[in-house]
């Protein structure tokens, strides 16, 4: 295992967005933007899906970002690919890519395939368990 991040970070903000930077691209169906920084939704409640507009506070959502397992990046991973967004219809962010989660203590995950909850109801957050489809999330 490597002790080195991925050039791409995810902090997993305390009862808030997921604030990505890095060599970033954003799916929305056959389009790709090229980004540095996105602030995105992880409470559902973003009337500009899938980016934060600061909802969470009025919706009250809460969520410590805690990550509740350490993952250091495997040797010979490239660090500095392109990180893809891709928002799934009704469903979570669909990542692609290496890029290190970071929480609000510091614990860093590394990912490089994974699926980020953004209806703000998964039990297992910031990861995708599948609520969205039981509490009907729409997006």
Known sequence: ?????????CDVMANGPYDVRGR?????GETISAQTHMRL??????????FCDDSHIAAGFRSDGV??????????????AI????????????????????????VTAFVDSD??????ASQNKPYCDGMHRKIGFTA
């Open 1 to 9: 295992m490597s002790d080195k991040m991925a050039s791409s970070t």
């Open 24 to 28: 970033l691209a954003l799916k929305q």
């Open 41 to 50: 939704c992880r409470c559902g409640a973003s009337r500009n899906k899938p």
């Open 67 to 80: 990550l509740r397992v350490a993952k250091p990046a495997p040797m010979g991973a490239d660090l500095d």
């Open 83 to 106: 990180v893809t967004f891709t928002p799934q219809v009704d469903g979570p962010l669909q990542l692609r890519g290496p890029m290190t989660l970071r929480d609000p203590a510091g």
């Open 115 to 120: 699926y980020l909850c953004r209806c703000g």
